[in-house]
């Protein structure tokens, strides 16, 4: 099946600062690429995604980019306030086209440091 | 609010006795889904189902046994809990198999085997 890998496990950036959060996927078929957020306490809630018919989207501060090629994705936060502290989970859809579950990586807890 | 909601929110169970989690949609999506979040591991998919009555296993399934006997309703159950099973299991909903559209995440029951 599909494995995630997700680095770095805790980023801590300043305030107005960039941050990156970066993933890797194993199964070539993979084409669908959320990425959550989940405030302390709360649930997971769907931030932004990515097909892999495109390489890049954005969303105000958030975009997300992909590299079929390498198997790999990135978050990419700029300007980051506060209220970006939270864990962040990249996945991928499961390998086979079936409906099965997406396969998530272990997540990303971002600190802003004011 | 999100459409789908789990009960109980917590519960302290003693190792041995079943324990049946239970989560209600009112979206009408056909596809449902358990997970369970440890820190270090992320999210990690237990059973999901793509139909009234369809069902199957995901990565850590030993345990557990699911069932859905109508489209709203997904129950996850703990046939004899063990303190291994401490961890906080989300249900997720979607439209499209496989999450393709993204997930809405219900607020998660925390489990307490002691």
Redesign the interface.
């Known amino acids: 099946g599909e494995n995630v890998e997700q680095h770095p496990s805790t980023l801590s950036v300043q305030e107005g600062d960039s941050a990156v959060i970066k993933c890797t996927y194993s199964d070539s078929a993979s084409n669908y690429f959320p990425w959550y957020k989940q405030e302390l306490g709360k649930r997971p809630q769907l931030i932004i995604d990515i097909r892999s018919n495109v390489g890049e989207k954005k969303d105000q501060r958030i975009a997300v980019t992909l590299n079929k090629t390498a198997k790999h994705f990135s978050l990419h936060i700029t300007e980051t306030q506060p209220e970006d502290s939270a864990v962040y989970f990249c996945a991928a859809t499961p390998s086979g086209g079936g409906a099965d579950g997406l396969t998530f990586g272990k997540g990303t807890h971002l600190i802003i440091q004011p | 609010d ?1 459409g789908i909601t789990q009960s109980p929110r917590h519960k302290v169970t003693e190792t041995g006795t079943p324990v049946t989690l239970r989560c209600h949609q009112t979206e009408n999506h056909r ?1 449902m ?1 358990w ?1 369970r979040q440890d820190p ?6 237990i059973h ?1 189902s ?1 139909g009234v009555k369809d069902t ?1 296993k ?2 850590v399934s030993d345990g557990y046994s699911v069932s859905r006997s109508k489209t709203e309703d997904f129950l996850l159950t703990l046939e004899s809990a063990t303190s291994s099973q401490t961890s906080v299991y ?1 249900c ?1 909903i979607s439209e499209s ?4 559209d ?7 029951t925390r489990l307490t085997v002691v």
């Open positions: 999100a596809y889904y997970y270090g591991h992320g999210l990690r998919l999901y793509y199957d995901g990565e989300f997720a198999p496989g999450g393709r993204g997930y809405t995440f219900g607020s998660g």
